[in-house]
């Protein structure tokens, strides 16, 4: 009775489909995002539009495995850059859900926006940096009417 339950479970392991899971660093363990390699630009910008994908026309990614879903696109105007030269209106993409490290912004108030870029010149932001702008030294950069995208889940408050 054991061996053809072993034998189900092996088999339901070996054709389940690869889940998605966001894992990032601590942001004490991540070099500041004004310092960071990974960060091409930094600004401060308010949430002008957000750009869901058609069905058919943004096809998930697939990638080691792992199907990754469309992104999004949001538009910003910017009210500040803190790196990089950023234009005064950016394009953002960002994956549709959190567990694909998405990011979700606010229309309710200014947004700290992190970016990295793509060979493409596209900006793309991600949660692992989102959730850095409550941390020191990135907390000084953004005032108290800057929406915080994400929370660091290590922070202790």
Same mark, same amino acid.
């Not at 058919?56 to 790196?83: H, I, M």
């Given at each position: ?5 072993? #034998? ?14 966001? /894992?990032?660093? $601590?942001?004490?363990? =991540? $070099? ?5 390699? &990974? #960060?091409? +630009?930094?600004?401060? @910008? ?8 058609? #069905? @058919? ?6 990638? @080691? @495995?792992?199907?990754?879903? $469309?992104?999004?696109? &949001?538009?910003?105007?910017? #009210?500040? /850059?803190?790196?990089? %030269? ?16 998405? *990011? ?8 700290? *926006?992190? *970016?990295? =870029? %793509?060979?493409? +010149?596209? &900006? ?5 940096? =989102?959730?850095?702008? +409550? ?9 108290? %009417?800057?929406? =915080?995208?994400?929370? %660091? ?5």
């Amino acid at each position: 009775m054991l061996k053809p339950l072993a #034998t189900l479970a092996a088999l339901a392991a070996v054709s389940a489909p690869a889940a998605l899971a966001c /894992s990032c660093l $601590p942001c004490d363990s =991540q $070099p500041p995002l004004l310092e960071s390699e &990974y #960060t091409a +630009g930094a600004f401060v @910008g308010e949430l002008m539009s957000v750009r869901k994908p058609a #069905t @058919g026309n943004f096809p998930a990614e697939t990638e @080691g @495995g792992f199907e990754y879903p $469309p992104q999004l696109v &949001y538009l910003f105007k910017v #009210t500040r /850059s803190l790196k990089g %030269d950023m234009p005064k209106y950016v394009m953002v993409r960002s994956a549709s859900n959190s567990a694909a490290c998405g *990011v979700t912004f606010s229309f309710e108030g200014l947004n700290a *926006v992190a *970016v990295s =870029q %793509d060979e493409d +010149g596209r &900006y793309h932001a991600g949660s692992c940096s =989102q959730m850095c702008w +409550g941390a020191e030294p990135n907390r000084s950069l953004i005032t108290e %009417d800057t929406m =915080q995208t994400w929370a %660091d889940p290590m922070a202790l408050e």
